[in-house]
């Protein structure tokens, strides 16, 4: 890494060991994704996400960080902010496998109390916490990533270490099968002459922009937009998101 820093071997293999086991043990898994997530080791949570087969949410302020056409893509989870039945699908989860996530009270409403640490995993560049029971200095996050990774990955030659975990995914699937974001928003029809300018209506028009793939970034200032704009979906993984910061700009434009 750039830091110079270096994982311990023997701590990323009895880190890993203790995460796989957990995830053995859990019937439920969600992984969520914060703002510390480097990107070039998001294709190691992609990997791990797609061999277990569970669901992937991203924090308000990491909107962008993941592919958002992906299968096991559900929204972004910010507590009663929450994208359609995100809160209900993390709340339901017996592990969170929380990557590179800081939790405050600007990102989860206020409720950080409600986070039980018992069925939590933290990954984060600087070291990894595994539930309650101590943590991983020495770990490097991409570290352990890739090797949970590569671990789980093993599932095309037989020897993979953690059996499909879909059940929270198919959860999901079941409760949004007719409450698509994309689709509301698209149902709305065009506005009449002389009628007056509505919030639902610039949510159609700028969701309209995003299915085209024509925007590049997609820049959210301070304002009700910070609330309502990460529930839009962004169609191409080549479409980032950024948004003003928690304190926001006090009145101050871009």
Not at 1 to 24: F, K
Request: some cysteine; overall charge negative.
């Amino acid at each position: 890494t750039g830091s110079g820093l270096v994982s311990s071997p023997e701590a990323t293999e009895a880190c890993a060991n203790e995460i796989l086991a957990r995830l053995q043990r859990s019937t439920r898994p969600i992984i969520i994704c914060g703002r510390l997530l480097h990107q070039k080791h998001v294709p190691f949570v992609e990997s791990l996400a797609r061999q277990v087969g569970c669901p992937v949410a991203v924090m308000s302020d990491a909107k962008g960080i993941y592919d958002e056409a992906s299968t096991e893509f559900i929204g972004v989870s910010w507590g009663a902010l929450s994208s359609p039945s995100v809160e209900a699908i993390t709340d339901a989860a017996d592990l969170q496998i929380c990557i590179g996530a800081q939790v405050h009270d600007f990102n989860t409403v206020a409720f950080t109390m409600l986070h039980t640490p018992e069925k939590r995993i933290e990954i984060n560049e600087s070291g990894t916490m595994v539930s309650f029971r101590g943590t991983y200095f020495n770990v490097l996050g991409g570290d352990i990533l890739e090797t949970l990774a590569f671990a789980c990955g093993a599932r095309s030659s037989g020897n993979s270490v953690v059996p499909q975990k879909s059940a929270l995914l198919d959860d999901y699937k079941r409760l949004t099968a007719a409450n698509s974001l994309r689709r509301t928003i698209g149902a709305v029809g065009p506005m009449g002459g002389g009628a007056r300018l509505r919030l639902v209506d610039i949510q159609r028009e700028v969701q309209t922009l995003l299915n085209r793939q024509t925007a590049s970034c997609l820049i959210v200032d301070t304002g009700d937009a910070l609330f309502w704009a990460p529930q839009l979906e962004l169609a191409s993984s080549a479409c980032s998101f950024h948004s003003q910061m928690g304190y926001a700009s006090i009145g101050w434009s871009i």
